[in-house]
Structure formats: C-alpha cells, structure tokens
C-alpha cells in the first residue's frame, strides 16, 4: 500500500491544515482507522478526548483518553474549554479546545476520533476546516461479533451499545464521506484516498498563490 507521502508531490505548496473526523458505531473500525492513520503519515495529530469512562485494561491515560471524574468534566464544560463534547452510552466525552487550536494554528492535521453530536458541533464551528466520514459494520452480525471479540465489555454493555448503533447509524446522512468497514485494508484505503484528495484541494492549499505567480515570472524568462 502507498502511504500518502508517495502520491503527494514531492513539491511543497503552503496548505491549510485540515481536522479529519471519524465516527461510527461502537465496534465498527473508526479507533483501528485512526491509529493506523495516525502511524502512517506523522502530519497528523490525534485530538486526545477527555472522558467520564472507566479505563479499559488496554487502555493508556493521556494517550488513548484523558480519563477524569464528572466533576471535573463539567467545570471544563462550564468554562468554555471543550471544543464539543457529548454524553454516549451514559458517559462524558469531550476535546480540548486549547490543544485543538494550538494544532491548527500551526498548520497540522488534526484527527477526531468522536461519535456524531461531537462531529455536528464541530462542524458548526469549523465547517470549512472539517473532512467528516463516517464508517459503517457491513452488517449487525458482524458488529455484534466484533464487540464479543474484543472481550472488554460487559454483556449488558455489549447490548447497549448495540441499541445505540441504529440511533448513531441513523447520522450518516450528516457526513461527506461514508466508508463501509468489510475488510480493514480495503476501508483504510479508502480513508486514505479521501484524506489525500482533501489536501490537494485548492481551497486549502494558499500556498498555490505564490507558487502560480512564481512559475508565471519564470516563464517570462525563458
């Protein structure tokens, strides 16, 4: 598989930076995505959530979550410093504005891993910023068995999230780009064409205004 840096010019041309948000139902691939995107091309950067949920036993704190107490989560929320935040399957999440802010002010990718009410909210405030694709189980079978394999939830929470996947399913008409997860390869090279298609897109390449410019003043030397 080509990573991205091979189908991208080798030319550099100043881009804005873009926040790419992948959601889907708990079990259907949008983590696995994520990480092997983010291990894959080094412009990205992960928007580490805070969370109200208990930590996994794979899990680590600050790299895969931020894990606080309510408390604490909601004097974050009540000074204005989640960019979105949500309530999913009877816990909070949300992202951190300031780290989000300093990524983009820089002029780096920066990756969400959120469910849907996270994504709308950031797509009301950033939506010329945002790349929205959501990724979808080929059946519910299938999704039921991935979230048994994983082995890290409870039985009764199993069923719950699988309750929650018709409601999170029912939002795939809120995304640019939907993404059926039947073979992980297939699916993450299709997130790859999408994510590099964005990046050559003029709108977000500023840079093309010098570049052009400068190829016009060396053609009048030739």
């Not at 041309?13 to 696995?32: D, E, F, H, Q, W």
């Not at 990718?109 to 709308?120: E, H, K, T, V, Y």
């Not at 405030?125 to 994983?150: C, G, H, N, T, Y």
């Not at 298609?197 to 400068?214: C, I, M, V, W």
Request: no cysteine.
């Amino acid at each position: 598989m080509k990573s991205l840096t091979d189908i991208e010019s080798t030319v550099s041309v100043a881009r804005r930076g873009l926040m790419l948000v992948i959601s889907s139902p708990s079990g259907a691939g949008k983590s696995t995505i994520a990480r092997n995107l983010l291990e894959l091309d080094p412009r990205f950067s992960l928007s580490i959530s805070v969370t109200t949920r208990k930590r996994r036993p794979s899990e680590i704190d600050g790299v895969h979550y931020h894990f606080i107490d309510v408390p604490t989560f909601e004097r974050l929320r009540a000074t204005d410093a989640l960019l979105e935040w949500a309530e999913v399957h009877g816990n909070l999440y949300g992202t951190p504005r300031d780290a989000a802010e300093k990524a983009m002010r820089e002029g780096r990718d920066m990756l969400f891993d959120i469910d849907w009410q996270g994504a709308r909210q950031l797509q009301e405030q950033a939506k010329s910023d945002i790349v929205s694709i959501f990724i979808l189980p080929p059946s519910m079978k299938e999704l039921k068995l991935r979230l048994m394999r994983r082995a890290e939830d409870s039985g009764d929470t199993i069923a719950m999230r699988l309750r929650n996947a018709s409601v999170e399913i029912e939002r795939w008409r809120d995304y640019e780009y939907v993404v059926v997860n039947d073979d992980l390869d297939r699916a993450f090279s299709a997130v790859l064409s999408i994510v590099n298609a964005e990046r050559l897109r003029r709108d977000r390449r500023p840079g093309l205004f010098d570049f052009t410019q400068a190829l016009l003043e060396e053609a009048l030397d030739l």
